[in-house]
């Protein structure tokens, strides 16, 4: 045999090598051990290429975060909202029932929020157009369901009421709707 043919059955793990022409026991183990070592060192390269990766990306993930800034929040969005009056002293509370096969019951405290100019027109208008007003509100509750009217809602519900009651107010538009009292009641 040539030296290339028993350096390929060596490698390939052939029991005829032996490394000096002569077969012996212990090619056998040799080979086996070979083997195993080669395994060995495969899984630890394996293992050392893995943690490379691994520690190469977190870097460049967490370098990614720190290079990241606050954006700068606008004046716009730091002013603090302007003084408010609130027409709801004379707000009757609003009762009814939901439009559920089972209904509900509901209690609502409503307040009106308009700026200090407009105080002396608005709060007129609503006292003369009041029992239209609550009329509308409690009309609009009752035609709601009770999941309808649940907390996750209630921005929604507010909106709502406050465009519904700019489109008949003349001198000026509310600008907020708080619910001082929400009650709801499965009877």
């Known amino acids: 045999m040539s030296d290339e043919e028993e350096l390929s059955n060596a490698i390939e793990g052939d029991d005829s090598f032996d490394g000096g022409g002569a077969p012996s026991g212990g090619s056998k183990s040799k080979s086996g051990l070979i083997k195993i070592l080669t395994w060995v060192v495969g899984v630890i390269l394996g293992t050392i290429f893995i943690v ?3 520690v190469i990306t977190i870097k460049v993930i967490d370098r990614g975060n720190q290079s990241q800034s606050f954006a700068q929040v606008s004046e716009e969005y730091n002013a603090k909202p302007p ?4 027409y709801g002293s ?3 509370q609003i009762r009814g029932r939901t439009a559920d096969k089972v209904p509900q019951s509901f209690i609502i405290e409503i307040d009106f929020g308009y700026p200090e100019e407009k105080e002396a027109a608005l709060s007129a208008e609503i006292t003369q157009r009041l029992p ?3 009329d509308l509100i409690r009309s609009y ?3 709601k369901t009770a999941d309808e009217l ?3 809602n209630e921005e929604y519900l507010k909106l709502q009421i406050k465009e519904k009651l700019n489109r008949i107010l003349t001198n000026g538009p509310i600008e907020m709707v708080v619910f001082p009292k929400f009650d709801l009641f499965a009877y």
């Open 132 to 134: 239209a007003i609550v």
């Open 83 to 86: 003084l408010m009056k609130y």
């Open 52 to 54: 490379t990766v691994v």
């Open 141 to 143: 509750f009752n035609s």
């Open 90 to 92: 004379s707000m009757p």
């Open 150 to 152: 649940s907390n996750e």
